[in-house]
């Protein structure tokens, strides 16, 4: 058997909630569990999230995969609907909506139900994805409140393109535009806040928050290039916040050495040998790759954890194998475990030495790896 494994800890995923409500008492939570759960089991996350007060996915199916499995709080389509047809069944199964489109808008106009569909209207604030624009907001609100198929208390949301940032005053201007547009509305039930805004924006939380990335137990203001990042000193002193610090990773990606070398100065390591051994040295292969999700443009000296100390990334990743340095482990054997991020080696900083970011590795576990909860 190939040792390469996932190991997801529902405790740690419960945990993190605790700490979303500690950050934003008396909020009510959307637990963002699109993604496969952002790569941590869509069912796995709900049984295990039970305490949030509903769920947000990205497609009908993954809701009605919920809905078919028992799970009884509010389900939020966060792009709504793409095709009348997924009208009866976003009723029959009691889901919510994102509506943001006038092609959505047309097709409840002309759809009739027997219980009502709870819709969020979603603002465009500026991050120009999806969403009303502030001028159109009023009248798609006014033909939502026409039609018989939507619930009377039309909520609002909008998403935020920079909270990551905390020097950056886009997340001033995006909360002063939403804030205009509900102005001109009757008060209703609000959601803005995802995981960085939760952590950095106090005056983005609401009635509702919707965290996504911090329930898996991973930092949002890891991006990649952090530490060029011309707001840097700001992020420095927000990361990491007393909260941040708290969270406790789901994910933990392990595998185990499968072959030592004993190499050359000179020597060269992998595809297109572009790593050469400075000195005579250990080398140990391990059973990883981007065939299971390891990131291939993980730079050598992206850290790994051998027998739980660190050492590094060497060489090119291969699509079933990677090679790590073994000089500060010389000792090292056959079959000796090997962390590649999750516990004790956070997924944010494998993320920036691949030039990416951590969600992209949570959600990128293929489906070859064996998958082992534990609580
Ligand atoms: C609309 C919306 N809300 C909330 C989230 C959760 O964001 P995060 O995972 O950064 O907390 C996402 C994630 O992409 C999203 O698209």
Same mark, same amino acid.
């Given at each position: 058997?190939r040792a390469t494994q996932v190991r997801i800890n529902t405790?740690?995923l419960?945990?993190?909630?605790?700490?979303?409500?500690?950050?934003?008492?008396?909020?009510?939570?959307?637990?963002?569990i699109k993604a496969n759960g952002y790569g941590h089991g869509l069912l796995r996350c709900?049984?295990?999230?039970?305490?949030?007060?509903?769920?947000?996915?990205?497609?009908?199916?993954?809701?009605?995969?919920?809905?078919?499995?028992?799970?009884?709080?509010?389900?939020?389509?966060?792009? #709504? *609907?793409?095709? $009348?047809?997924?009208? !009866? %069944?976003?009723?029959?199964? =009691?889901?919510?909506?994102? &509506?943001?489109?006038?092609?959505?808008?047309?097709?409840?106009?002309?759809?009739?139900?027997?219980?009502?569909?709870?819709?969020?209207?979603?603002?465009?604030?500026?991050?120009?994805?999806? #969403? *009303?624009?502030? $001028?159109?907001?009023? !009248? %798609?609100?006014?033909?939502? =409140?026409?039609?018989?198929? &939507?619930?009377?208390?039309?909520?609002?949301?909008?998403?935020?393109?920079?909270?990551?940032?905390?020097?950056?005053?886009?997340?001033?201007?995006?909360?002063?535009?939403?804030?205009?547009?509900?102005?001109?509305?009757?008060?209703?039930?609000?959601?803005?806040?995802?995981?960085?805004?939760?952590?950095?924006?106090?005056?983005?939380?609401?009635?509702?928050?919707?965290?996504g990335l911090?329930?898996y137990g991973a930092?949002?203001?890891?991006?990649?290039?952090?530490?060029?990042?011309?707001?840097?000193?700001?992020?420095?002193?927000?990361?990491?916040?007393?909260?941040?610090?708290?969270?406790?990773p789901v994910m933990t990606f392990t595998s185990?050495?499968?072959?030592?070398?004993?190499?050359?100065?000179?020597?060269?390591?992998?595809?297109?040998?572009?790593?050469?051994?400075?000195?005579?040295?250990?080398?140990?292969?391990v059973a990883a790759g981007y065939g299971d999700g390891y990131p291939r443009?993980a730079?050598?000296?992206?850290?790994?954890?051998?027998?739980?100390?660190?050492?590094?990334?060497?060489?090119?990743v291969?699509m079933d194998?990677l090679?790590?340095?073994?000089?500060?482990?010389?000792?090292?054997?056959?079959?000796?475990?090997v962390t590649l991020w999750g516990e004790?080696l956070?997924v944010e900083?494998v993320a920036?030495?691949a030039?990416t970011i951590p969600y992209e590795l949570l959600c990128g576990i293929t489906s070859r790896v064996d998958v082992v909860e534990c609580?």
């Amino acid at each position: 058997m190939r040792a390469t494994q996932v190991r997801i800890n529902t405790a740690n995923l419960r945990h993190n909630l605790h700490c979303v409500a500690q950050a934003a008492p008396g909020c009510r939570t959307l637990a963002v569990i699109k993604a496969n759960g952002y790569g941590h089991g869509l069912l796995r996350c709900a049984h295990a999230l039970s305490a949030a007060d509903a769920f947000a996915v990205a497609s009908c199916g993954e809701a009605i995969a919920l809905r078919n499995a028992g799970i009884e709080q509010p389900i939020l389509l966060l792009e #709504g *609907f793409f095709a $009348a047809d997924e009208l !009866a %069944a976003i009723v029959q199964r =009691r889901l919510d909506i994102v &509506v943001h489109h006038l092609s959505q808008i047309a097709l409840l106009e002309k759809f009739s139900a027997d219980h009502a569909i709870h819709v969020w209207l979603k603002i465009d604030s500026g991050m120009h994805r999806l #969403g *009303f624009l502030p $001028a159109q907001v009023k !009248a %798609a609100w006014q033909r939502l =409140r026409a039609c018989s198929c &939507v619930a009377p208390n039309i909520r609002l949301l909008t998403h935020l393109a920079c909270a990551d940032n905390p020097g950056s005053d886009a997340t001033l201007q995006q909360l002063d535009c939403f804030d205009r547009v509900a102005a001109a509305l009757p008060r209703s039930e609000q959601s803005i806040a995802n995981s960085a805004a939760l952590l950095a924006w106090p005056q983005s939380h609401r009635d509702w928050l919707r965290p996504g990335l911090m329930l898996y137990g991973a930092s949002p203001f890891s991006f990649p290039g952090a530490s060029d990042h011309p707001f840097d000193s700001a992020l420095a002193q927000r990361q990491p916040s007393p909260l941040t610090q708290q969270l406790k990773p789901v994910m933990t990606f392990t595998s185990n050495v499968i072959a030592i070398k004993h190499l050359q100065k000179g020597d060269k390591i992998g595809y297109d040998g572009s790593w050469r051994c400075p000195e005579a040295m250990p080398v140990a292969i391990v059973a990883a790759g981007y065939g299971d999700g390891y990131p291939r443009h993980a730079s050598a000296g992206t850290p790994v954890l051998l027998n739980g100390q660190r050492t590094a990334l060497i060489g090119r990743v291969s699509m079933d194998m990677l090679c790590i340095d073994l000089r500060s482990q010389p000792g090292a054997r056959l079959g000796d475990p090997v962390t590649l991020w999750g516990e004790g080696l956070p997924v944010e900083e494998v993320a920036r030495h691949a030039g990416t970011i951590p969600y992209e590795l949570l959600c990128g576990i293929t489906s070859r790896v064996d998958v082992v909860e534990c609580s």
